[in-house]
């Protein structure tokens, strides 16, 4: 799951810069604790960061093509 959630958070940095967390639960098609649990998880690894009151994708050594 937590891909999904990555994945999603990915697309919408691509056009907005981030993702909120209402979009994120719409987008990966869970609910919102399995999203947050990602969250947090994506967060520990640096592969999301908060920003503002959303989130935004981390420093990464790959490309994202969307």
Same mark, same amino acid.
């Given at each position: ?13 691509? @056009? %907005? *810069? ?8 719409? /987008?990966? +098609?869970?609910?919102?604790?399995? &999203? ?7 967060? @520990? %690894? *640096? ?8 989130? /935004?994708? +981390?420093?990464?050594?790959?490309? &994202?093509?969307?």
């Amino acid at each position: 799951m937590d891909i999904h959630v990555y994945e999603a958070v990915a697309a919408e940095a691509v @056009e %907005h *810069g981030g993702a909120g967390l209402a979009w994120l639960v719409r /987008a990966a +098609g869970v609910d919102e604790g399995d &999203v947050r649990e990602s969250l947090t998880r994506l967060i @520990e %690894h *640096g592969y999301v960061v908060p920003r503002g009151d959303g989130y /935004a994708l +981390g420093p990464h050594t790959f490309e &994202v093509e969307y």
